[in-house]
Nanobody, 117 residues
């Protein structure tokens, strides 16, 4: 089992920044990819950004140039720096870790990000 604990969500004005953190603990497997997903009201959960433990990153188009994902392997923690936030970024953000090829997949409890205009 792997436990993921997210932090850093909150309320921010449009144009502002937030930094999300997700700490993994337990039986962490490798190789893996950690990432952030989000789900806005009445919408499906969507990928925001991912980062493999080899450092390869991937972003959805709508956050490129504004969000940066990073990892601290020593702390088993993944971060999401979110800049120039807008109303469309309002959602519950979920941390995820999955094995690169095995069916091992865990989710955090989610953290709310609300961007006010």
């Amino acid at each position: 089992q792997v436990q993921l604990v997210e932090s850093g969500g909150g309320l921010v004005q449009a144009g502002g920044s937030l930094r999300l953190s997700c700490a993994a603990s337990g039986s962490i497997f490798s190789p893996n990819v950690m990432g952030w997903y989000r789900q806005a009201p009445m919408k499906q959960r969507e990928l925001v950004a991912t980062c493999t433990n080899g450092g390869r990153t991937n972003y959805t188009d709508s956050v490129k140039g504004r969000f940066t994902i990073s990892r601290d392997s020593a702390k088993n923690t993944v971060y999401l720096q979110m800049n120039t936030l807008n109303g469309e970024d309002t959602a519950v953000y979920y941390c995820n870790i999955k094995h690169l090829w095995r069916a091992q997949d865990y989710w955090g409890q989610g953290t709310q990000v609300t961007v006010s205009s």
